[in-house]
């Protein structure tokens, strides 16, 4: 039964089916329970900081319930996407009503959606990043699967990493730096790829250009069906689940910099590079993510298995309300500011 605690995930799609089908205030639910029940919940619920042992490990990779629990996110957030625009296109609503289905829906895209991609973008198999690049569509995000593996991995806690925010940056500006320059840096990343292996900008293996075509299709598709009313829900769904994870990767390495060797290189990736959570709530709403130093430290290691690490510098709250106080950044600031190294800032 323990292996089910992941079906908490699905608890975030759940808020978000029910407010849009009743409508009304409801249409909150979803926010209300994941910037305010959840960050409550782990303010109750103790700290875990226990790891699994050697043997737990063996038995939790052999388990395919924890990829098939992966798995199902893709039918759910196709779903509950197409049920929203539905709905927001053929009912009569209150202006409110469709800004809190827009809102409902793309904090799915977020946690469901563009989390679990990036999950499945790690693996080895074709098939599990098929389904990571389609759960990346509806958010218009395709890209962050070659600029996240290709770029964000190599480049962590460096100036030269898009997705690492600066000592002092606030969660606003590093959301228009962020998503700049991880755009211009995935078709560096592609076009690198291309040249590399004497491939021309049209070959079938640009996947650039195809993420292009398919999210214009997808778009359009929307369009055709739904009218100007399930293009605007589809498009502004889209960038709030961009909002959510460019606020994730906000808190995951703010203001952590790997210090330079005496050859001038940056020191390899640590676990002191990132910012580790073990608040219970936090960590199974989305799939071990909080656990992000031991991620970066080895990104093949599957979810249900990360290790939390004495070294990793430990964040006083969970993701979800960390993610609240950043849009304070004075808050923020005064929280967090002392928890960097400090050679890390002065460098």
């Known amino acids: 039964m323990k292996d089910l605690k992941y ?23 979803t926010p209300f329970y994941a910037f305010v029940m959840i960050p409550v919940l782990e303010l109750i619920f103790p700290i875990d900081t226990n790891n699994l042992s050697s043997e737990a490990v063996e038995s939790n990779l052999k388990r395919k319930v924890f990829d098939w629990l992966l798995y199902l996110n893709l039918p759910i957030v196709y779903g509950l996407v197409f049920f929203g625009i539905y709905e927001a296109s053929s009912s009569i609503l209150e202006t409110y009503e ?39 569509l509806p958010s218009q995000y395709m890209h962050f699967y ?15 990493d898009p997705a690492t925010a600066r000592y002092n940056q606030t969660v606003y500006s590093f959301w228009f730096t962020s998503i700049y320059r991880q755009y211009v840096k995935a ?19 640009n996947d ?3 993420y292009i075509v398919l999210q214009v299709g997808y778009l359009a598709l929307v369009f055709l069906i739904f009218g100007n009313v399930g293009l605007i829900f589809a ?60 991620h970066h430290f080895k990104s093949s290691k599957k979810y249900q298995i990360l290790d939390c690490h004495d070294e ?14 950043a849009m304070v950044p004075p808050l923020w600031f005064g929280i967090m500011n002392k928890r960097v190294p400090k050679e890390m800032v002065l460098q």
């Open 208 to 210: 650039m250009f195809w």
């Open 235 to 294: 498009f502004a769904s889209a960038a709030i689940g961009i909002l959510l994870l460019e606020s994730v990767n906000y808190i995951e390495h703010y203001g952590l910099l790997r210090l330079k060797t005496t050859s001038g290189r940056y020191e390899r990736v640590k676990e002191m590079h990132s910012w580790n959570s073990n608040h219970t709530i936090g960590r199974i709403v989305l799939y071990e993510l909080t656990r992000h130093s031991d």
């Open 98 to 136: 469709l800004v809190g289905m827009i809102i409902s829906v793309g904090i799915v895209l977020g946690v469901n959606g563009i989390n679990v991609a990036h999950e499945l973008g790690h693996r080895q198999t074709t098939n599990e990043r098929f389904i990571g690049k389609a759960l990346l």
């Open 187 to 205: 078709w560096a990343i592609q076009l690198k790829l291309l040249k590399n292996s004497q491939k021309s900008f049209f070959f079938p293996k």
């Open 312 to 325: 990793s510098p430990q964040m006083p709250y969970g993701y979800p309300t960390s993610m609240v106080l």
């Open 7 to 29: 079906l908490t995930a699905f608890s975030i799609p759940l808020m978000a089916l029910i407010g849009i089908y009743f409508k009304g205030e409801l249409v909150f639910l």
């Open 146 to 160: 070659i600029e996240h593996n290709f770029g964000h991995h190599l480049h962590a806690a460096t100036p030269e």
